[in-house]
Antibody, heavy 124, light 108 residues
Framework: EVQLVESGGGLVQPGGSLKLSCAAS????????MHWVRQASGKGLEWVGR??????????AYAASVKGRFTISRDDSKNTAYLQMNSLKTEDTAVYYC???????????????WGQGTLVTVSS | QSVLTQPPSVSGAPGQRVTISCTGS?????????VHWYQQLPGTAPKLLIY???NRPSGVPDRFSGSKSGTSASLAITGLQAEDEADYYC????????FGGGTKLTVL
């Protein structure tokens, strides 16, 4: 059974940092790109960024809203992906989901497995 | 403001058919990028409903169908049921992965 479990959310002051983790199981983690998607309360989904597999040079990409502040990494030995968030702003307050595609590949990525999400609150 | 435009809300009575549109442009859907659809029940993570414009993952009822034409895509739900009441999002690509703003489906 595929499982994605996020952790590390919490309350942080503006300008602060937080690191989220996404522990994966039930699929070949090392061969899969891992994405982060966030959702502010009562709002829609926003793609945050992704990290590709070792075979794809661990390439990362980010949404313009977080580029330069957020960093995605992974540890294939621990089947875990990370989202390091620096210089946090109040508008970064959201539930953060990690997500991936395990099934059939498509040119435009889609997500067939999602974690339960972890809440990040940026407030003074 | 998303580059993929969805109606904020749609509604229908049990048993009826509803459609949710996802309107893009020549830089996303019109450029040939696939459209995927997700269902999000209150308080839960999104669930993949349709991938590759019109394909249903295993376990998704055939009451749900997707289509794409030109710069738009649509999600159709037939035989509407109370448990279909949820938020629905389209997703594609436009310089980066993008989601539509979401549509709240109310079952009357």
């Amino acid at each position: 059974e595929v499982q994605l479990v996020e952790s590390g959310g919490g309350l942080v002051q503006p300008g602060g940092s937080l690191k989220l983790s996404c522990a994966a199981s039930g699929f070949t983690f090392s061969g899969s790109a891992m994405h982060w998607v966030r959702q502010a309360s009562g709002k829609g989904l926003e793609w945050v960024g992704r990290i590709r597999s070792k075979a794809n040079s661990y390439a990362t990409a980010y949404a313009a809203s977080v580029k330069g502040r957020f960093t995605i990494s992974r540890d294939d030995s621990k089947n875990t992906a990370y989202l390091q968030m620096n210089s946090l702003k109040t508008e970064d307050t959201a539930v953060y989901y990690c997500t991936t595609r395990v099934s059939q590949n498509y040119a435009t990525p889609y997500f067939d497995y999602w974690g339960q999400g972890t809440l990040v609150t940026v407030s003074s | 403001q998303s580059v993929l435009t969805q109606p904020p809300s749609v509604s229908g009575a049990p048993g009826q058919r509803v459609t949710i549109s996802c309107t893009g442009s020549s830089s996303n859907i019109g450029a040939g990028y696939d459209v995927h659809w997700y269902q999000q029940l209150p308080g839960t993570a999104p669930k993949l409903l349709i991938y590759g414009n019109s394909n249903r993952p295993s376990g998704v009822p055939d009451r749900f169908s997707g289509s794409k034409s030109g710069t738009s895509a649509s999600l159709a739900i037939t035989g509407l049921q109370a448990e279909d009441e949820a938020d629905y999002y389209c997703q594609s690509y436009d310089s980066s992965l993008v989601f539509g703003g979401g549509t709240k489906l109310t079952v009357l």
